[in-house]
């Protein structure tokens, strides 16, 4: 044997040796129940601690490190229940349900809300995943007085929900991303009620929000202001990004969960080749840090050393997951091990709690609203609820698989 045999030899010896002293990657399966049983543990936790405080649900940490809560008018009150139905539909036990329809009684109020477009995330988050898995009458009366109350904050002559009702001087008629999310909960409400006009008002506001609140690069805005008279825009902005013409990071997540539900829910192709796009931003920008766990901002100044945003992975990953099992090319596979990647990151000790610790929440390391110093690298309840959304319609997907 000459020597550049013995080289060739020593190196495939190397390389095989090297293969096989690396440690075997945690089965997906694996990451997933260990994620779902953690988030039960802390759920309960948390819902023991609030269950004498009357009203009350779990928010964030203050800034002296102690449990923030709220009532239902704040908008994320709808989160916290929800996660107890998924934790119910995870593991049916008698105190999970006690639970999950303990709080969200709490938040039967909100019905008859009519200054807020979160309604959507409000009712549809709790009482919706309740109703889906109780089928209980009285949940479904409760999100149809709701969907007539949000009804009233759409403008014909926009086409839109109008979201904020502050800043008049300088906003007309103000639609945030984040409203994408409200239109599943006027899709349900048609169907539960057979008034097509919540469809309607879903399609128009889903085709508003795709021609002007996004870039060249499909990149969304936080903010589109539009003219009452003309119902064309006339400002497009930010409220918790880093710029105007900054990418936030959790807006895009809204973005790309919001348009991959309106085509399961429409089929209209336009939805899906949109959400197509917004997740090859997402998931080929070059500030995308390598555990897929995003900046809170991808434009933000001072990157790699600015806070992290784990509540937009946990809506990135559970729209991608979804988007993976509607897109039907041979990009759904990318979509699918993205988020998988994502799952794994959050579902390790940098970013999952330790049992009894993080005030009880799972998710470390969110980012509410940096530019207003508010919630920043604390945890949040809808960081907690798409987290538990994105394990479960995972596991059901493998399981799918399975059968």
């Known amino acids: 044997m000459n020597k550049l045999s013995h080289s060739v030899l020593w190196i495939v010896t190397v390389l095989v040796t090297a293969c096989n002293i690396q440690p075997k990657q945690e089965p997906i399966e694996e990451v997933i129940d260990r994620g779902l049983k953690a988030s039960t543990e802390q759920a309960l ?24 809560t709220s009532d239902y008018s704040w908008w ?3 989160f916290f229940p929800g996660e107890l139905w998924y934790l119910y539909e995870y593991n049916p036990t008698p105190e999970m349900k006690k639970y999950a329809e303990m709080y969200t009684d709490r938040v039967e109020e909100v019905k008859h809300i009519t200054y807020s477009h979160d309604v959507g995330f409000m009712l549809y988050c709790s009482y919706g995943n309740g109703y889906r898995l109780t089928g209980k009458p009285e949940y479904k009366d409760v999100m149809l007085t709701g969907a007539n109350s949000l009804a009233t904050r759409y403008d014909e002559r926009v086409g839109a929900i109008r979201s904020w009702d502050f800043n ?39 085709d508003k929000t795709m021609l002007h609140h996004f870039r060249d690069d499909y990149s969304c805005y936080h903010v589109v202001s539009y003219d009452t008279i003309t119902g064309m825009p006339h400002k497009k902005q930010t409220h918790q990004g880093a710029a105007d013409e900054s990418a936030w990071a959790r807006g895009q997540a809204w973005a790309l969960y919001g348009f991959t539900m309106m085509y399961r829910e429409t089929g209209k192709p336009d939805y899906l080749n949109h959400a197509k796009h917004i997740a090859s931003f997402i998931m080929n920008h070059p500030n995308m840090p390598v555990d897929k766990i995003p900046y809170w901002d991808f434009d933000a100044p001072g990157i790699p050393n600015v806070p992290r945003d784990a509540s937009a992975a946990a809506i990135m990953a559970s729209a991608l997951i979804e988007l993976s099992q509607l897109d039907k090319s041979t990009e759904a596979k990318s979509y699918l091990d993205f988020a998988e990647q994502q799952i794994r990151s959050l579902t390790s000790p940098d970013y999952l709690a330790a049992k009894g610790t993080n005030c009880n929440f799972a998710l470390m390391h969110s980012t509410g609203h940096f530019p207003g110093k508010s919630e920043v690298d604390v945890p949040l309840s809808y960081a907690d609820y798409y987290y538990v959304e994105a394990l479960m319609r995972l596991r059901n997907q493998l399981k799918n698989k399975s059968l």
């Not at 964030?60 to 923030?68: A, D, P, S």
């Not at 409203?179 to 539960?192: I, P, R, Y």
Request: hydrophobic letters at 40%; proline letters at 3%; one cysteine or more.
């Open 168 to 206: 008049k001087k300088i906003w007309q008629f103000p639609v945030i991303i984040d409203n994408m999310m409200n239109l599943e909960f006027f899709s349900w409400a048609s169907k539960a009620s057979g008034d097509d006009r919540f469809r309607k008002m879903a399609i128009s506001h889903a």
């Open 45 to 68: 936790l948390m819902a023991k601690e609030l269950e004498t405080q009357n009203g009350r649900l779990p928010k964030t940490i203050n800034k002296e490190g102690k449990l923030e």
């Open 76 to 78: 994320c009150s709808g």
